[in-house]
């Protein structure tokens, strides 16, 4: 079993910046890859990025490419994700995900284990 802990969520105004974090406590083979989705109101629940154990590989959604980044502390059991140059359309729960292996999928579906969300409201 694999428990993940969101926070950081919050307000900001277009343009500005937030960094979420997510606490991994479990088992550590289930949580190899880790990955950020969201959710806004009245949409599925859509990919924003993943990392591998090493760190040295990880995948971002074009919506988000050059403004979010994605990183991880193993020894803190931590993930974390920069998010820069915030949009509206940014708006949105975000949720932290984890699945064992070596491959980074963009598909909720692939991944085992969700924490509760956190909220992040972006204004124009």
């Known amino acids: 079993q694999v428990q993940l802990v969101e926070s950081g969520g919050g307000l900001v105004q277009a343009g500005g910046s937030l960094r979420l974090s997510c606490a991994v406590s479990g088992r550590t083979s289930s949580s190899d890859v880790m990955g950020w989705f969201r959710q806004a109101p009245g949409k599925e629940r859509e990919f924003v990025a993943a990392?591998?154990?090493?760190?040295?590989?990880?995948d971002y959604a074009d919506s988000v490419k050059g403004r979010f980044t994605i990183s991880r502390d193993n020894a803190k059991n931590m993930v974390y994700l920069q998010m820069n140059s915030l949009k509206p359309e940014d708006t949105a729960v975000y949720y932290c995900a984890a699945r064992g292996g070596r491959l980074l999928y963009p598909t909720a579906g692939k991944y085992d284990y969700w924490g509760q969300g956190t909220q992040v409201t972006v204004s124009s």
């Open positions: 990392i591998s154990w090493s760190r040295s590989i990880t």
